[in-house]
């Protein structure tokens, strides 16, 4: 479902996938990637971000190997009743090879929807 002021530029795709979010501190923050499109995902997590925070993620399932790509925190939401944040993070690749990767790997997200359907 898309928000009357949603802007983006891409369409996203429902998935259920991985990420691992790394910021400043030591330990990756673990996420559930629940939407992904070429500019960026939104993710379900444990821990709050603030706006703007870059990060570096690693994107990934179990049929292919990660993809690892520059990010900064766009918005995060707590979700009411439970102590899951709503994560939205903007893709900020820094090489033609991270765009192309994203790519793929949104391709294949779409590619998995597609033979769902016809199935």
Not at 54 to 80: D, F, T, W
Request: hydrophobic residues 35%; proline residues 6%.
């Amino acid at each position: 479902m898309e928000k009357a002021n949603d802007q983006r530029q891409h369409l996203r795709y429902e998935v259920l996938d991985y990420a691992l979010i790394y910021t400043e501190t030591e330990e990756p923050i673990r996420s559930v990637v629940v939407d992904i499109g070429l500019g960026g995902l939104q993710v379900r997590t444990r821990q709050s971000l603030p706006n703007g925070t870059p990060c570096n993620l690693k994107i990934g399932n179990m049929e292919h190997p990660p993809v690892s790509i520059r990010g900064e925190v766009r918005y995060v939401q707590p979700i009411a009743g439970c102590e899951l944040f709503s994560v939205g993070i903007r893709f900020v690749p820094e090489s033609h090879q991270q765009r192309a990767d994203v790519a793929e790997y949104v391709h294949s997200v779409f590619q998995r929807q597609a033979e769902t359907l016809i199935s």
